[in-house]
């Protein structure tokens, strides 16, 4: 028996990752009659993807193909979503998405973050020198730590040294002692507002990262401070688009 199944949209979504579902259903001895490709715009009821073959194959290629769907375009439409509410207000500020990809998902992810508007934030250790409070604690206190960070833009010269800070003081010393890029954690608006006010008066050049706790709710919010990027993980615990399929016999 040959079957045809056709896999649809509830919901108006960005689509993502039709290609590798696509590449799926191909593998698994099926034909794609037709798809539409990542980055594309789609209305509630327009079919994504439609493939044929053997009722068994097109069994078999069916959940894989769809669940792909359903994760990476929710992560998109997302980010889309998100990346529309910053762009109210801040059209120089960035969507920059985390590492915390949920496991063994990393390529889907990217793509479909960088499919809905946004970038990673890093995709891996070696990109930047990037310092967490965790990382300070070998220092016997800041002082020393805010003199290391001249040594470290010295030994890797075309690095950028991003330190994440929490508090007024901590980030006018990071300014003066040399730091790229400084990214605020799960700070307040008040306390953003002067900073990147401090930062455009002394030390324009320096990059301010806001970061924690911010999602499409409140990114709008965060923007209006004139931050350069937004780093989020919300992107990636987004649910799944609301997709559905059809299945009949062809002969």
Not at 56 to 66: D, L, M, N, T, Y
Not at 146 to 156: G, H, L, P, T, V
Not at 214 to 234: G, L, M, R
């Given at each position: ?23 799926i ?15 594309q ?5 327009e079919?994504?993807?439609s493939?044929?073959?053997d ?57 479909s ?20 409070p ?32 929490k ?70 615990s ?14």
């Amino acid at each position: 028996m040959i079957a045809k199944i056709d896999i649809y949209t509830r919901e108006d979504i960005i689509v993502s990752c039709s290609e590798e579902a696509s590449r799926i259903v191909e593998l698994l001895g099926c034909k794609v009659d037709f798809v539409i490709p990542s980055k594309q715009k789609v209305k509630a009821d327009e079919i994504i993807l439609s493939f044929s073959g053997d009722y068994e194959k097109v069994h078999q290629a069916w959940r894989s193909s769809q669940v792909i769907l359903e994760y990476s375009c929710k992560i998109a439409t997302f980010t889309y979503e998100m990346k529309q509410e910053i762009q109210k207000t801040n059209n120089n500020c960035e969507l920059l998405t985390t590492r915390k990809t949920f496991p063994l998902s990393k390529k889907f992810c990217i793509k479909s973050i960088m499919v809905g508007g946004a970038m990673p934030h890093r995709l891996g250790l070696s990109e930047t020198i990037l310092f967490f409070p965790h990382h300070r604690v070998i220092y016997k206190d800041n002082n020393s730590f805010y003199k290391a960070i001249n040594e470290f833009k010295i030994k890797a010269p075309e690095k950028k040294i991003v330190v994440e800070s929490k508090d007024f003081e901590d980030t006018v010393m990071l300014m003066k002692s040399g730091a790229d890029v400084i990214q605020m954690d799960k700070v307040n608006i008040l306390l953003l507002n002067k900073v990147i006010k401090y930062k455009n008066q002394k030390f324009p050049y320096i990059k301010i990262l806001a970061a924690g706790g911010i999602n499409k709710t409140n990114a709008k919010e965060f923007a209006q401070t004139n931050v350069d990027a937004i780093v989020t993980s919300s992107v990636y615990s987004c649910g799944m688009a609301n997709l559905g399929t059809k299945i009949k016999l062809l002969h």
